[in-house]
């Protein structure tokens, strides 16, 4: 089994910066790529950013230029740092992980226990 677990989110003013973390821990062979969700109440789950094994970084359209996704592979953790935060930005985010958890197996995705992020004055 794979636990992702993330930290770091909570109530910020408009205009106004947090970083979320996500640490992935368990049996871990392989980890090939991260990704940010959120979903709001009553809406579908939506894709934030993603950043595959060869480093490339991507973005739903209404945070391009807002948000950047990192990782430190030592640690098995990834970042997303927030800037210029606006209230339709208000959800529950989750990351997930595509982890492969021994030789030979297919991967599989995990999810985090999802963090809120509320924008608001």
């Known amino acids: 089994q794979v636990q992702l677990v993330e930290s770091g989110g909570g109530l910020v003013q408009p205009g106004g910066s947090l970083r979320l973390s996500c640490a992935a821990s368990?049996?871990?062979?392989?980890?090939?790529?991260w990704g940010w969700y959120r979903q709001a109440p009553g809406k579908q789950r939506e894709v934030v950013s993603t950043?595959?094994?060869?480093?490339?970084?991507d973005y739903v359209d209404n945070v391009l230029g807002r948000f950047t996704i990192s990782r430190d592979n030592a640690k098995n953790t990834t970042y997303l740092q927030m800037n210029s935060l606006k209230p339709e930005d208000t959800a529950v985010y989750y990351c997930?992980?595509?982890?492969?958890?021994?030789?030979?197996?297919?991967?599989?995705?995990?999810w985090g226990q999802g963090t809120q992020v509320t924008v608001s004055s």
């Open positions: 950043l595959v094994p060869v480093g490339d970084r």
């Open positions: 997930n992980a595509r982890v492969q958890d021994r030789p030979l197996k297919l991967a599989s995705d995990y």
């Open positions: 368990g049996n871990i062979f392989a980890l090939y790529s």
